[in-house]
């Protein structure tokens, strides 16, 4: 089975790109940052973070083939802001 490299948030994936989806609270409560990936090639590598009062906690995910690496962490003082291309980026509160 294939995973679709290209799914950018819950609404993308209803939209079609994943049949089979089931999602339980907010599915978005991590909000896109910046995303690339090849399906060719068979790799993805993203950005995502979630806003606390405080700060934010960071997800960084990659993906080559079958295997994923995943991190996360917490950056204090920061929140999300709009960026370029629909991205989004973190800026000082």
Known sequence: ???ALDVT???DAQAGKVSDI???GNGDTFQLLCKASS???GWMKSA???ETPSGCVVQVTTQQG????EALTFVPGV?????????RKLVSM
Not at 66 to 69: F, H, K, T
Not at 79 to 87: M, Q, R, S, Y
């Open 1 to 3: 089975m294939s995973k």
């Open 9 to 11: 948030s819950v609404a």
């Open 22 to 24: 089931k999602v339980v």
């Open 39 to 41: 399906k060719e090639q």
């Open 48 to 50: 995502k973070a979630m």
């Open 66 to 69: 079958d295997n994923v690496a």
């Open 79 to 87: 929140k999300i802001a709009e960026d370029v291309n629909g991205g």
